[in-house]
C-alpha cells in the first residue's frame, strides 16, 4: 500500500486477505498464468479454474463467443481432473504467496464430496462450490436452482473437508435469496455470486447457434447490474460474508459491489481484457478510501445499505 492510514486487509471467512480484490474462476488458469503481467501474490486471493473428478474434455468448438456488452462461453468445465491439479499445478500454485481457493463441480453430491475430501490439502485455502452444475440424479436441473440441492451439496462438502467453504450461486433462479439462505443453513461459510447468466447468439448466415452447445453463460459488463442486485439482495438475508462478481472491469465497479455488500470481490472478464487489471483495481480501491476517508475495508462493506 501507499499509504498506511488506509487498510485494505480483507477478513474472509477466518483468512486474511492483503485486500479484497480475488480472480474468478476460469478465467485465468491457477492464477500463475498471469505471471508474466504482475504480481500476483500482491492479489487477495486466486480462485482456480473448475476442477472435477476426472478429466473433461469439455464441449468442442466454438466455446467462445463475443456480444456487444460482454462474453458468451461454453467451456463445458474442461479440465485434466483433480489427481492432476494436485500432482501437477498445486506445486507450482504454492510458491505464490498469496491465498488459493480451489473451485470444484461435480454431476452428484458424492462427487462433490470426494472432491471435497481431496482437495483438503496444504496450499489450498479454501474451496469454492460451482453449483451450476447438473444434477443427473434430479432430471439434470442444476443443483443451484433447488434450494434443497443447493443445502445438500453444501452440507456434504462441509462434512469432507476443514477448509472454509464458498459456495458460488446460479443467477438463473427466480429467488437468489432462497438459494443463498438454503446454502447458509447447509454450513456455507461464504457465498460468492453471480455466475454466469443463460444466453445464446445465433449465426444469421447459417442460421445456428454461434456455440456449439447452443446456450452459454454471460460474462462481462452486460452482467454487473444484475449481479449488483442480488448482492444488495443476498446481504439483506445472510449473516455470512458475500463475495461480488459479475462485470466488475474496474475499481469503479468492484466499489459498487462493496457497498452492495461484497466483502471481496472477483475479477472475471476484465482478465481477459487486461491481465494486470487487479493490480489497478486494488490502487482505485486504496484511492477511493483515501479520498473518503474511510480507514479500513470493513466500513465500506455494505455502506449502501440504510
Known sequence: MTDKRVDLTTDLMGLTLKNPVMTASGTCGSGIELLPYM????????????????????????????????????????????????????????????????????????????????????????????ISCPNVKSGGLAFGTVPEDARSVTEEVKKRTGKPVLVKLSPNVTDITAIAQAVEEGGADGISLINTLLGMSIDIETMKASLSNTFGGLSGPAVKPVGLRMVYQVYQKVKIPIVGLGGIMNAEDAIEYLLAGATAIQLGTANLVNPAVGIEVIKGIEEYMERKNIRNMQALVGKAHG
Open 39 to 130: 504480481d500476483v501474490s500482491k492479489l487477495g486471493a486466486i480462485v482456480g479454474k473448475g476442477t472435477t473428478l476426472n478429466n473433461k474434455v469439455g464441449n468442442p468448438p466454438g466455446r467462445l463467443m463475443q456480444t456487444p456488452g460482454g462474453l458468451l462461453n461454453c467451456i463445458g468445465l474442461q479440465n485434466q481432473g483433480a489427481d492432476y491439479f494436485l500432482t501437477e499445478i498445486l506445486p507450482e500454485v504454492r510458491k505464490v504467496d498469496t491465498h488459493f481457493f480451489a473451485n470444484i463441480s461435480g454431476n452428484t453430491v458424492e462427487e462433490y464430496g470426494i472432491l471435497a475430501e481431496k482437495l483438503d490439502v496444504d496450499g489450498i485455502s479454501g474451496l469454492e462450490v460451482n
